[in-house]
């Protein structure tokens, strides 16, 4: 029996032949890549703006993002970390957007909610279980941004403390200090949430 986690590439890694379809316009390698990757970006995003309708938005803009600057992605590195970096540059730059049209135009924006239920569960699981996302997401919301960032990429994106550190533009040191704050915040936000810890 042949133990595949050493015969291929860990799955985030880009073959150079499929960084050279892409960087040549390869639909279908495009189409491969973006369905591969488009459900992490909008978990990413999701946990950052709380919206589910601006989350879709900007997980549209980090491909399109991607697509433009595929050049400047190095094959044999990881694919994930920098997909990380463009969607944490797309979200911030659109964050600059609206606060200038706020200031420029005064409209207010309604945002959506967002439900998860799954078929699996019984009607009053699925409530529970969504009532206890929303307060998770309620308190996610809560943190500074950088902490609500960091702990998003630890703990449910499952990077490592130096890409966190990488993405984040700040020192390692920085970074795990960072995921510890926000836990602790967490902790103090959620305590009476029975499932997180």
Do not use: C
Not at 36 to 52: A, D, I, V
Not at 54 to 79: H, K, M, N, Y
């Amino acid at each position: 029996m042949t133990d595949l986690s050493t015969t291929s590439p860990a799955p985030d890694l880009l073959a150079p032949e499929v960084h050279e379809r892409l960087v040549a316009g390869d639909e279908a390698a495009w189409y491969s890549f973006v369905q591969t990757y488009e459900g992490r970006m909008y978990g990413y995003l999701y946990r950052l703006e709380g919206n589910s309708e601006d989350a879709l938005d900007l997980t549209q803009e980090v491909f399109f993002r991607a697509w433009r600057s595929i050049r400047t992605f190095r094959p044999g590195e990881r694919v994930l970390p920098w997909l990380y970096q463009v969607a944490r540059n797309t979200q911030i730059e659109s964050h600059r957007r609206k606060q200038l049209q706020r200031f420029s135009l005064e409209e207010a924006r309604e945002d959506a909610g967002f439900e998860v239920t799954s078929g699996a569960r019984s009607p009053v699981q699925a409530a529970e279980s969504a009532d206890a996302q929303d307060r998770v997401q309620r308190a996610l919301l809560r943190l500074p941004a950088e902490y609500r960032e960091a702990v998003v990429l630890r703990f449910v994106e499952d990077l490592s403390y130096d890409e966190i550190a990488q993405i984040q533009g700040v020192a390692v040191g920085t970074a795990k200090s960072r995921v510890f704050r926000a836990k602790e915040q967490l902790a103090d936000l959620l305590a009476g949430v029975a499932d997180v810890h």
